[in-house]
Antibody, heavy 121, light 110 residues
Framework: QVQLQESGPGLVKPSQTLSLTCTVS??????????WSWIRQRPAKGLEWIGY???????SYNPSLKSRVTISVDTSKNHFSLNLSSVTAADTAVYYC?????????????WGQGTLVTVSS | QSALTQPASVSGSRGQSITISCTGT?????????VSWYQQYPGKAPKLMIY???NRPSGVSNRFSGSKSGNTASLTISGLQAEDEADYYC??????????FGGGTKLTVL
């Protein structure tokens, strides 16, 4: 059973960089066909796809966040990471990591529990 | 890219059927058979209910079904049960090789 766990600071100051890691257990991040995504949900709002990475390093990002987002993977540690720069209060959200079983087409079969990140001074 | 359009809320009585629509464009929903649907309870991570328009993951009730016509995908829940009361989101692959969610629909079971 694949499990995902987000980790990182729960509080980030405005203008700084938000950094989160998603550790995968019960399976390899190298699994063929698996893409690994970050998704967020602002308070009382809907889901927003941030971007994904394939274990070989190819990425795709939400155009509205592309200039501030970097997603990377470390196969030796079986985890992938999110960096979101120049954050503002609008980036306050629950951040989820998820596995896309369908080659990056949006079928997320495994999710982390989510981690709340608050942007505040 | 703009979010896919879903009704903000739908409601139905126990035992009835409801349908939630998800409208996109010819660059996303209309172009690919890569629409998925998620169920989310408050404070919980979403759960995959339908993928690739109409495929149901193992363990998901056959009361849930998906379809697509043109630029609009639909999720139908038959035999509504109290436990179906949740938020539902659609997502589609796009011609820019990105993904886009719908705004979400709150389902109330009367």
């Amino acid at each position: 059973q694949v499990q995902l766990q987000e980790s990182g600071p729960g509080l980030v100051k405005p203008s700084q960089t938000l950094s989160l890691t998603c550790t995968v257990s019960g399976g390899s991040i190298n699994s063929g066909g698996s893409y690994w995504s970050w998704i967020r949900q602002r308070p009382a709002k809907g889901l927003e796809w941030i971007g994904y990475i394939y274990y070989r390093g190819s990425t795709s990002y939400n155009p509205s966040l592309k200039s501030r987002v970097t997603i990377s993977v470390d196969t030796s540690k079986n985890h992938f990471s999110l960096n979101l720069s120049s954050v503002t209060a609008a980036d306050t959200a629950v951040y989820y990591c998820a596995r896309d079983q369908g080659s990056g087409y949006g079928s997320f079969d495994y999710w982390g529990q989510g981690t709340l990140v608050t942007v505040s001074s | 890219q703009s979010a896919l359009t879903q009704p903000a809320s739908v409601s139905g009585s126990r035992g009835q059927s409801i349908t939630i629509s998800c409208t996109g464009t010819s660059s996303d929903v209309g172009r690919y058979n890569y629409v998925s649907w998620y169920q989310q309870y408050p404070g919980k991570a979403p759960k995959l209910m339908i993928y690739d328009v109409s495929n149901r993951p193992s363990g998901v009730s056959n009361r849930f079904s998906g379809s697509k016509s043109g630029n609009t995908a639909s999720l139908t829940i038959s035999g509504l049960q109290a436990e179906d009361e949740a938020d539902y989101y659609c997502i589609s692959y796009t011609s820019s090789s990105t993904l886009i969610f719908g705004g979400g629909t709150k389902l109330t079971v009367l």
